[in-house]
């Protein structure tokens, strides 16, 4: 059973994909890039999502967003952040 932070992170990366994709679809272990998106895109996704998620941006190293690769990725390193205060 996908977490709540995996539940918005799919929708909202269904929502960042040109055409949108089916939400349940999206295999979570795929490369961003392979589902079709783009840098600027992934951006805006993490943007989108940490806005959803009240992670403060802050907390994202270079690092951390080099290494979300795949949704599986994003959620664990948005995990860690959700919930911490600025």
Known sequence: MPS???????????AALQPAADP???DPD???????LTSLQK???LTRLCE????DLAHLTER???????????????SRYAGKAA
């Open 30 to 36: 795929v490369a961003l890039t392979d589902h079709g």
């Open 43 to 45: 951006v805006l996704f």
């Open 24 to 26: 349940h679809g999206i």
């Open 52 to 55: 959803d998620l009240a992670v």
């Open 64 to 78: 951390d967003v080099a290494e979300m690769r795949t949704l599986h990725d994003v959620v664990d390193t948005l």
């Open 4 to 14: 709540d932070i995996e539940t918005i992170a799919r929708e909202n990366l269904s």
